[in-house]
């Protein structure tokens, strides 16, 4: 073997997992790169500027509950592309890759487990699939986790993560909105809190319905929270919007959120509101 092939097969080679775009990354607020392991055990917290990025079911359940442990709850089986609905792409087609990217059903996953020790039913919007919007598929899930709440006698957890509704579903993606409030109805009939974690982004026709009814609102920080956006609200007004408009520190400040709760600090905090709620019912 001549020198040059020992000097090449000496030098370790790259593997396809360990390419800069797997090791690192780069965080949206402050531009900084961080190790893909660091950030996965800060929570997917930026350790630099604390901005929280986006996560879907998986993780956030394996925050939440007690060692990771739960129970998903079957989606919901409803027709799909009811309307045959096609700009460049098939709805359809939308669907399959959105499945393939996620590995989810649809946009809202609900499981069961516990909270240091108490159990609860918590739903998840995944902004990774088509931007969470809310169609059919999420409103029967959501409809779904209240009605698994009431019959565990369990309080209701959900985060949401949402562009607004589902624009490939037409009238049929509003409808989700009164559906989901006569879920939170009954599930409040039936003596059983309601939670709602607001998450980056939370938008449109979440925002006007379910994300904004909870017992207690809490969202993380820095999360984009509003209806229409910030853009089309100055069109509309014409008027310069103060900063930090829409923003959970905002909102908290002007009375429509209860708390805004760091991600590491989140699961001592539901269990906290789950053991004050335990305590009531006992009294």
Known sequence: MSWI????????SVTHKQTADNLWNKCP????LVFNKEYEENLFVCPKCEHHGRIGPRARFAQLFDEGRHELLP????PEDPLRFRDTKRYSDRLKAARTATG???????????IAGQRAVVGVQDFAFMGGSMGVAVGEAFVAGARAATAERAPFIVFTAAGGARMQEGIL????????????????????PYFVVLT??????VTASFAMLGDVQIAEPGALIGFAGQRVIEQTIRETLPEGFQRAEYLLEHGMLDMVVHRRDLRDTLARLLGYVRAEVVA
């Not at 607020?29 to 900084?32: E, F, I, K, N, R």
């Not at 989606?75 to 409803?78: F, G, I, L, S, T």
């Not at 993606?173 to 059983?192: H, N, V």
């Open 173 to 192: 993606s509003l409808m989700q909105m009164p559906r989901a409030t006569a879920a939170i109805a009954e599930l409040k009939d039936a003596g059983q």
């Open 29 to 32: 607020a402050c531009g900084q």
């Open 5 to 12: 092939n020992r000097v090449r097969n000496a030098i370790a």
């Open 75 to 78: 989606a919901p089986r409803v």
């Open 104 to 114: 989810e059903p649809d946009a809202f996953v609900n499981a069961i487990g516990t």
């Open 200 to 205: 980056d982004p939370t938008t449109g026709g």
